[in-house]
């Protein structure tokens, strides 16, 4: 069993920072991909940021140049941190962990940036 916490949401003004964290438990397998997606309502859930266990990156341009993902193997843990915050990056962000053909998301986290 696998499972996915997520903390560090919240409200913040736009050009701010956030943090999120996501915890991962369970049986973990060493090869991994770790990310971060979001959703607002209406919309497909999209991706933000992904990590792999040897530490490849992928983020979507929206937000390249303003958030950065990075991850801790020894605690399964990925973190985002969000600068320059936008309006638009209002949504609930949503943790990922990919191993094999297995898919597991954390409950989701709202992030709010006011204008």
């Known amino acids: 069993q696998v499972q996915l916490v997520e903390s560090g949401g919240g409200l913040v003004q736009a050009g701010g920072s956030l943090r999120l964290s996501c915890a991962a438990s369970g049986s973990i397998f060493s090869i991994n991909v770790m990310g971060w997606y979001r959703q607002t309502p209406g919309k497909q859930r999209e991706l933000v940021a992904v990590?792999?266990?040897?530490?490849?990156?992928n983020y979507a341009d929206s937000v390249k140049g303003r958030f950065t993902i990075s991850r801790d193997n020894a605690k399964n843990t990925v973190y985002l941190q969000m600068n320059s915050l936008k309006p638009e990056d209002t949504a609930v962000y949503y943790c990922?962990?990919?191993?094999?053909?297995?898919?597991?998301w954390g409950q989701g986290t709202q992030v709010t940036v006011s204008s």
């Open positions: 990922n962990l990919k191993m094999i053909a297995l898919n597991y």
């Open positions: 990590i792999t266990s040897t530490g490849r990156i």
